[in-house]
């Protein structure tokens, strides 16, 4: 049997001492993938450390600790282009996969349709 954590980057501190990865979605379009973007945040009364200290944030602190991390977004939210659209170099699905899959403590990175029926399933690296 294996647990995931879900949907809290910034207690991840505690999620992964407990579980075997995370399942998040939409990270890449909110900024909150890296200990480095949730570095100081605070909730709860708990300040995120980035990827050391007290409380250790971000998704990134999974994967550095060998733990895997399975990342989604949607096309309903037309955040990350198909491969074939035209749009702003942030939100090409080339450099969403770059940026989380491509690291060496990368995601598992994959673009669904919100009604996750297989009608969009495109994982990184594929559609570079």
């Given at each position: 049997?294996?647990?995931?954590?879900?949907?809290?980057?910034?207690?991840?501190?505690?999620?992964?001492?407990?579980?075997?990865?995370?399942?998040v979605?939409?990270?890449?379009?909110?900024?909150?993938?890296?200990?480095?973007?949730?570095?100081?945040?605070?909730?709860?009364?708990?300040?995120?450390?980035?990827?050391?200290?007290?409380?250790?944030?971000?998704?990134?602190?999974?994967?550095?600790?060998?733990?895997?991390?399975?990342?989604?977004?949607?096309?309903?939210?037309?955040?990350?282009?198909?491969?074939?659209?035209?749009?702003?170099?942030?939100?090409?699905?080339?450099?969403?996969?770059?940026?989380?899959?491509?690291?060496?403590?990368?995601?598992?990175?994959?673009?669904?349709?919100?009604?996750?029926d297989?009608?969009?399933?495109?994982?990184?690296?594929?559609?570079?």
């Amino acid at each position: 049997m294996t647990a995931l954590w879900k949907n809290s980057g910034l207690f991840a501190w505690w999620g992964r001492r407990y579980t075997d990865g995370a399942v998040v979605e939409e990270c890449y379009e909110f900024d909150e993938c890296f200990a480095a973007q949730l570095a100081g945040s605070r909730q709860f009364g708990f300040a995120c450390t980035g990827l050391g200290g007290a409380h250790p944030c971000g998704w990134d602190s999974f994967t550095s600790a060998g733990k895997w991390v399975g990342e989604a977004e949607y096309l309903e939210d037309r955040f990350v282009c198909g491969p074939d659209k035209r749009c702003r170099p942030h939100r090409r699905f080339s450099t969403y996969c770059q940026t989380l899959y491509a690291p060496a403590n990368g995601f598992a990175a994959v673009k669904f349709d919100v009604d996750l029926d297989g009608a969009l399933f495109r994982p990184c690296p594929k559609g570079r």
